[in-house]
């Protein structure tokens, strides 16, 4: 193992962070396909919100109440 590789490990550090879009807590209510001349079809997520909150967020926000999504 590399010293860099047994730093990330000795640190716990993670690709990705806790955010929304990997929380058990996150929902978003509808999705809409839509159209755009540079992407083609894409879907598009609409009204995202919190379970625990019943707020409005996106998938890169956190909180102090996140919970870890499996898979």
Same mark, same amino acid.
């Given at each position: 193992?590399?010293?860099?590789?047994?730093?990330?490990?000795?640190? &716990?550090? @993670?690709?990705? &962070?806790?955010?929304? &879009?990997?929380?058990?807590?996150?929902?978003?209510?509808?999705?809409? *396909?839509?159209? !755009?001349?540079?992407? !083609?079809?894409? *879907?598009?997520?609409?009204?995202? @919100?919190?379970? @625990? !909150?019943?707020?409005?967020? *996106?998938?890169?926000?956190?909180?102090?109440?996140?919970?870890? @999504?499996? &898979?």
């Amino acid at each position: 193992m590399s010293k860099q590789s047994e730093a990330k490990e000795k640190q &716990g550090w @993670r690709k990705k &962070g806790p955010t929304c &879009g990997n929380c058990q807590m996150f929902n978003w209510k509808d999705k809409t *396909v839509d159209y !755009g001349p540079a992407y !083609g079809l894409y *879907v598009l997520e609409i009204n995202l @919100r919190c379970k @625990r !909150g019943d707020f409005k967020t *996106v998938k890169s926000s956190w909180c102090q109440c996140h919970l870890w @999504r499996e &898979g």
